[in-house]
């Protein structure tokens, strides 16, 4: 196997074993320990603040799937496109349960150094997640005439 498709595999395997299926101790294995997450609702550092915030919303979203979509590969980077769905059970930001179904897409870049996700930047529909859980209104501003 070479690194590209090794580096693709951990990435798959994170999304199925990690967030899918909630194998934490995964994270470990396939994240370096100067790992740092860049996304839209902040900056994380290192493994065990990687599994926090999986944690958060596994635990939001108990029944919550990531689908991916697309993987692309290109010496140390993998991207992948992705939805992710569930029900929203369990606090999230401040946000106590709706109960309703959300479906969210996004998309990441892990960067590899050493065989372990070194870096992401993650880009997902924050927005579109606050409209479904009804925090802003689902339908677009007008500007003002």
């Known amino acids: 196997m070479t ?19 909630g194998n934490m101790d995964l994270v470990d294995e ?9 996304s839209t609702t902040g900056d994380i550092e290192g493994p065990e603040a990687r599994k ?10 108990p029944d919550g799937r990531i689908e991916v979509e697309d993987l692309l590969a290109s010496e140390d980077r993998v991207v992948a496109r992705y939805s992710w769905h569930g029900t929203h059970e369990g606090e999230l930001m401040g946000i106590e349960p709706t109960g309703n179904r959300v479906d969210v897409g996004a998309i990441a870049i892990a960067r590899f150094e050493d065989g ?11 927005y579109g997640l606050m409209q479904q859980l009804g925090v802003v209104p689902s339908e677009a501003a007008t500007p003002a005439e």
């Open 116 to 126: 372990k996700i070194t870096e992401h930047w993650i880009v997902g529909d924050v």
């Open 30 to 38: 396939l994240y370096s320990d100067a790992y740092v997450g860049h």
């Open 3 to 21: 690194t590209t498709e090794a580096n693709t595999e951990a990435v798959r395997r994170e999304f199925e074993e990690v967030w899918n299926e």
């Open 52 to 61: 926090g915030y999986i944690g958060t919303f596994r635990s939001a979203f």
